[in-house]
């Protein structure tokens, strides 16, 4: 007999909270008064929440034990001293300037290196990251490779960088105008994709001729290394830890936002190699986070912050982790519904292009099917098409590629029979398409918009 070999969690449950179930009739009350946005729902009346994987982490009992030990001190708080550490350890950075998540880092980053027309190269644009560089007087160029752009492709690595693309830009612009390029691991709004180090290290030897530094977005890398170690030749044998520190290596620094791989439910920092742009950023942290051995996050935040990454790059975690991720996205398939291949590393993104044809991108589908989910079973879930793109500087909408609901899963949280559960309710909607009309938007935020817009039905 062949008998297959499951993953499971590498954990049990000490402690639950309990969820309201609600009726058809209140989640369309709910769902017209948050104008058809799940952003805008109060979470009492959702039953599961994959809106984000951010911050909606379960914590450890390590890291509540380490939440007792929040040194609460203004200035030079221990906890500060353990996170610094660790960060050295594990990631090999030199210096760490803390911060109260990931977009605060992203602020002071972009307010120190972009300079007013600086090219700020980045394979694909994520929401907060790209409008802290247009803030700085920066012009995102995406450089990701096409496949990324194509939910079809089964690419193992699209997150990778077309590096002919980088070149082109620094032939027409030239070096001196790229003050970094901007790597992500896992790309979130390609659909939690990987990049390889193959990839990495060939952007590295490119930068290093040009002068070019390379900023990480280190949020989900425990997830990249995983992707890496069973897909990229050469790692099987190596442990995650040991893969991330590599992904490090290959660059100058990183943004963090702790929300996730770290498992917290607030926190981040900057991490710098160079003596001198630490300087500037601590002079800077004062003004906007907080002092430079706090950066907005409490000592106790720290404490479980330093916990946390060390859980993220143990192999059992990450095994679990993702696999919990391809369960659902297995289910779906099983229903034939359209999502991003392969799949990623956080969630599932549904190709609403594909589920509703019969909408144009002007009529929102992931929107509307994001709101069609909630109507049915109470299941949050997140644009990630057109609402979240916004505008650009001309004020003109992005129309981008992908138009895709993001199912996303917080980790250690639920169980595989919410998995089932989020398939058969993705599977109903996808039954009645057809009859699905599309939306309006009625009000519209000028920045980040998919946060706070409001819709109608057609
Ligand atoms: N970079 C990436 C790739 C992210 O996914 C996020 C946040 C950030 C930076 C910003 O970090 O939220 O701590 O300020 N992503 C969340 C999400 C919001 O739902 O994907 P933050």
Redesign the pocket.
């Known amino acids: 007999m062949n008998i297959k070999k499951s993953w499971a969690e590498p954990y049990k449950i000490k402690m639950v909270e309990l969820i309201k179930m609600t009726t058809p009739a209140q989640r369309k009350k709910a769902m017209k008064d948050a104008g058809y946005n799940t952003f805008l729902l109060k979470s009492e009346d959702v039953y599961i929440d994959l809106?984000?994987?951010?911050?909606t982490n379960a914590m450890s009992d390590e890291q509540w034990a380490g939440m007792m030990r929040g040194d609460e001190a203004y200035a030079g708080s221990k906890n500060f001293y353990h996170l610094e550490r660790v960060i050295q350890e594990v990631y090999g950075y030199k210096y760490l300037v803390p911060t109260h998540?990931?977009?605060?880092a992203?602020n002071i980053l972009s307010q120190i290196m972009i300079k007013k027309g600086d090219i700020v190269p980045g394979n694909m644009y994520?929401t907060?990251?790209r409008l802290h560089q247009e803030l700085a007087g920066g012009i995102f160029a995406d450089v990701i490779i096409d496949e990324a752009h194509n939910s079809e492709s089964e690419h193992p690595f699209k997150g990778d960088i077309d590096l002919n693309k980088v070149e082109a830009l620094i032939k027409k612009h030239g070096a001196k105008k790229i003050p970094y390029i901007c790597v992500?691991t896992t790309v979130?709004m390609a659909g939690g994709q990987p990049i390889s180090l193959k990839n990495l290290k060939e952007l590295r030897k490119l930068t290093k001729q040009h002068g070019i530094k390379i900023m990480l977005?280190m949020?989900?890398i425990a997830e990249n290394a995983y992707f890496i170690q069973q897909n990229e030749k050469g790692y099987a044998e190596v442990p995650i830890v040991k893969i991330v520190r590599e992904i490090c290596n290959q660059t100058d620094g990183a943004?963090m936002?702790?929300?996730?791989d770290a498992c917290v439910n607030i926190g981040?920092f900057l991490a710098l190699n160079d003596w001198d742009t630490f300087e500037e950023a601590r002079n800077l942290i004062v003004v906007y986070e907080g002092l430079h051995t706090y950066g907005g996050m409490a000592g106790r935040d720290m404490e479980a912050l330093a916990i946390g990454l060390l859980e993220s790059v143990d192999d059992h975690h990450m095994n679990a982790r993702v696999g919990q991720v391809h369960y659902l996205g297995q289910q779906m398939m099983q229903y034939n519904i359209p999502i991003v291949q392969p799949i990623g590393g956080h969630g599932i993104f549904v190709d609403a292009k594909k589920f509703l044809p019969h909408l144009t991108q002007d009529q929102f589908p992931a929107q509307t099917l994001a709101a069609e989910v909630y109507l049915d079973s109470g299941i949050r879930t997140?644009e990630r098409g057109i609402v979240s793109a916004g505008r650009k500087a001309n004020g003109e909408n992005y129309y981008p590629k992908l138009e895709l609901v993001r199912f996303?899963l917080p980790r250690r949280v639920y169980t595989q029979a919410h998995m089932d559960v989020i398939a058969e309710s993705t599977a109903r909607v996808f039954e009645k398409r057809n009859k699905i009309k599309g939306m309006k938007m009625i009000y519209e935020p000028k920045y980040l918009r998919f946060f706070q817009a409001r819709f109608e039905k057609l």
């Open positions: 809106l984000t994987d951010s911050g998540q990931g977009r605060g992203e994520f907060t990251t992500a979130n977005d949020t989900r943004t936002s702790g929300k996730k981040g997140m996303t």
